[in-house]
C-alpha cells in the first residue's frame, strides 16, 4: 500500500543582520553574471550602443549605452538583478570607446522597484535625489548609497546639463538580501522634546512607502538599513542629520491607550521562522526602554486569517545598563509569509533602529512512497526547492493507467477555464448594455474642447478612500477630447450648441464612446490650458459654455457669476501645494527687488526634519538661530522661553524649471502681503543665492486633522482616564477662527482652492492658522484625486463648478468650509464621502450639476448643532449666489461661541 507523505525540510538559514560596510561585491554588469537579456534601456542611438554594452570596464559595440537625446522625456537605464539585493553602491564611467569617444554623464538619478511595477526614487538622507556624475568619459566615479536600498530593478537616469550627449557604462555593488523582507507598516514616529535637550526626531525619515494617517505602509526604511543606533539615542552615526536621526521612536500616551506598538511584516515567500532580532534603545533615566514583552500572529498567505495562536514573549528588563541592544524574540519555526507583532511599552517612550529575522525556507517534497527513504539536499537558492526521491527498483511497474488520468485531468483544467471565460464574457455584456441606454439619449450633446500641445493623461486609482495606491489606466493619444454629456433643463435646446458646432455634428458616435467612463467626467467642461500643474477653465458661470472661445493656450469667461473672476488668475506653490489665486495685477513681471520680506542669513538655518515635497520643492522643519533679533519689534514670533526657534522652510530644488522659479518668486511676494492673525506668515526669504528659500512661522501643534483625529469630544469618561480631549466650544472656536482668516482673503480677492484642516495649523495657543502646506505630504495624498504627470485634484472638498467647469471663486471656498467644518465636528475621524470611490465623488457631483435630486450630501455629524449644520448645507447650496460670504459665515458663527 502506498503511502503519500510531505515532508518538510530546513534550508541553509538566512543571515540576519546586513553590514553595508561590507556588503560591496560587485553584482555581475562587468564580468556577465548579470546577462544582456536582464539589462534594457528607454531608447538607444543605435544598435551597437544599446543597453547590453553599458557594462563597467568593458568596451563592446561602440564603448557604451547611449540614450537618445529628449530633454523632455527622461530616458533610463533599467537593471534587473534576478532576486532582492541590497544595493550599496553605484559605479559609471562614460564613452571612451578607444579614444574615439567622449560622452559621459555629469549626474543622474536612481529610482529601483522590489516587483517590477511600484518605482520609488533613491534620495539620499537629506531628500538629494540627483547623484554626482563622472568628469571625463574614461575614469570610473563610484557613489555610495546613503541610505543603501532593497530591490530587484534598478534604473539610472542621466540628468543631461547644457543639453550635452550623455552615455554609460555601470556596475552595481551589494549583496543579496537573504532577510526576505519586502515591507514593514508601523505608526509614524514622532517629536521628543525633553526639557533641557536638543529636539528628537524620531520619524523613518527614509521610510520609502506611503505615509496615511500617521502610519509607515508598504515600504522600507531606516530599520532595514542596516545602521543600528548608539545608546544615546541624540547622537547620531551620520553626519549633518538631526539628533534622534538613527532611531524610529513612539511615545506611550500618543497611541492611545492601547499600550503597545503594533507593526506588520510582509516577506517575499512562505518562510519558517526562527526568531526576530530588534534594536532597541535602553535609555531608561530619559524615559526609553526595551518593550517589555511581544506578541506576534503568522498568515500563510493573503486572502488567509491571521492565526489565532501568538507567539509571546517576554523581555527581562534592564535599568542598570542604559545601552542599546538587541533582543532576539523566538519564534519557534512557525511558517508564515505575513507577521504581525505588537510590542507593548515598558516605559514611556520605546525605539528601534534596526529589525532583522531569521528564518528557513519551507521545502515541499513531491508525494514519495514511504518505504523509500527521501533524497536531502541543502538548498542556498532564493527561491523554495523542490524536492524529489527517486523510487526503488523493486517497486512494481506502472500499470498503464498514469497517461489516462493525465488526460483526464487535462480534460477537466480545460473544461473549467472555458467555463470562467464564459462568465466573464456574460458579465462584460451585460455591463454594456446597462450602459447603452445612456448613449442614446435627445439631450446629450457632443462638444470638443481644445486642450494643450501636451496631452493630458488621466489616472484614475480604482482603490478605496485614503489608499495611497493608484495604478495607470489607459491613456488617450488624441490632444482633443470629445465628449458627450446631459445639459441640464435650464439650458437652451442642445440643437442651438450644435448650430454652433457644426464641424463637431458628424463626430458624435465617436465621442459616445467615450460616454460613462469617469475618466472623462472631469474633463466635462474643463482642460483649455495647464498652469503650473492645475486645470484652467473653458467654462464660465454655470450658464452655456462658448466653445468657440476656447482655444489651447487662452481660456475664456462667460456670463461671469455672483462671484467675479475675471480679475483672477492662480498661482499654484512650486512646493507642490494650493498656493491661494491671485489678482492679476500683483503677478506681472517680477524680480528679486520686487521682494519686501527681508534677507535672512542662510547659513542660521539648521535642517531638521522633511516636512513634505512637491514637483519643484521640498518643506523643512529648521530651526532659526537669532530670527527673533533679526526680525526685532513687533515680531510675529511667540514667547519661546529661551528655546530655538522654529520654522517650516520652503525651498526650491535644483531641479526647477525656470518657470517654477518664477512661481516661486511670485508666491514669495503674494505671502507677504497677507498680515491676518489667521494666516500663516512669511518671516523673511533667503533669495541672494541658491536655493531659494522662504521661511514661514511653524505651528508646534501641527495640521487640525492631525490634533481632532486624536482627540474625542470632551467628557466625564475623558477627564477620569485623562483621554485628550476637546470641548464642543473649542470646535465652535476653531470654526470661527478659520471663516475670520477666510473673510480677510475674501477681502482682498484671493482664492484658495485647497481649504481643509489639514490646511488649517495649530500654535502652541490653539491659535488656527491657514496654510497650504497639506497638498506637499504624503501623509494626505490620498485626499487627492491624481491626474498622472500633471495635477491633483481634492475632489472630495471642490465644489461642482470647479471639477466640472474648473471655476475657483471665493464661491467654491465657501462649500470647501462647508466640508472642512464637517471634519470638524467628526473629529476628523473619517474622509468626506468616506462611502464613495474619487469616482462615485466625481459622479455625484455631475448630480449636483443635473439638480435633479439624486446629489448625495454629507451627514450631519452627531456633534452638530442642527442650527450649524443648515449652514453647512447653505455653503453647499447647488446655484453660487445662493452660498453665503465669508463675511456672512463670520457673523452667523461668532454669536455660537458666545453661547
Partial sequence: MHLFLLLILPATAAFGQIDPAHCRYA?????GRITDHDITASSQWYETTGPQYARMNREEGDGAWCPEDNPSDPQYLQVDLGKLTFLTVVGTQGRYARYSGNEFARAYRLNYSRDGLLWKSWRNRLGNMVMEGN???????????HPPIITRYVRLIPVPKLSTTVCMRVELYGCLWEDGLISYSAPEGQLMMPPGYPIASLNDSTYDGAHERRRLLGGLGQLTDGVIGLDD??????YHVWPGYDYLGWRNDSLGSQGFVEMEFVFDRKRNFTSMKVHSNNMFRRSVKIFSSVSCWFKPRLIADWEAEPVSFKTVLDDRNPSARYVTVPLNRRAAKFLRCRFYFADFWMMFSEISFQSEDTILLDPIVSTVPPIKKESTMSTPSVMTANVSASDPPDDGNTPILIGCLVTIILMLVIIIVLILWCQYVCKVLEKAPRRILDEEVTVRLSSCS???????????PRSGHAPTGPANTDPHYERVFLLDPQYQNPAVLRNKLPELSQSAEASALLLGNPLYDLLLLTS???TSGWLRACGGGYAEPDVTQCTPHQCFHSNAPHYAETDIVRLQGVTGSNMYAVPALTVDSLTRKDISAAEFPRQQLIFREKLGEGQFGEVHLCEAEGLPEFLGEGSPLPDRDGRSVLVAVKQLRADATSQARNDFLKEIKIMSRLNDPNIIRLLCVCVSSDPLCMVTEYME??????????REIESTLTHANNIPSVSLSDLLHMSVQISSGMKYLASLNFVHRDLATRNCLLDRRLTIKISDFGMSRNLYSSDYYRIQGRAV?????????SILLGKFTTASDVWAFG????EIFTLCKEQPYSLLSDEQVIENTGEFFRNQGRQIFLYGPPLCPPSLFELMMCCWSRDIPDRPTFEGLYQALKPHVNQ
Fill in 27 to 31: 553584482l555581475g554588469m562587468e564580468d
Fill in 135 to 145: 568628469k571625463n568619459a574614461y575614469t570610473s566615479l563610484i557613489n555610495d548609497l
Fill in 233 to 238: 539615542f541624540l547622537l547620531t552615526r551620520q
Fill in 454 to 464: 501636451d496631452t493630458i493623461i488621466l489616472q484614475t486609482p480604482p482603490v478605496p
Fill in 528 to 530: 483649455c490650458h495647464m
Fill in 701 to 710: 501643534n501641527g495640521d487640525l486633522n492631525m490634533f481632532l483625529s486624536q
Fill in 793 to 801: 485634484l481634492p475632489i472630495r472638498w471642490m465644489a461642482w463648478e
Fill in 819 to 822: 466640508v472642512t467644518l464637517w
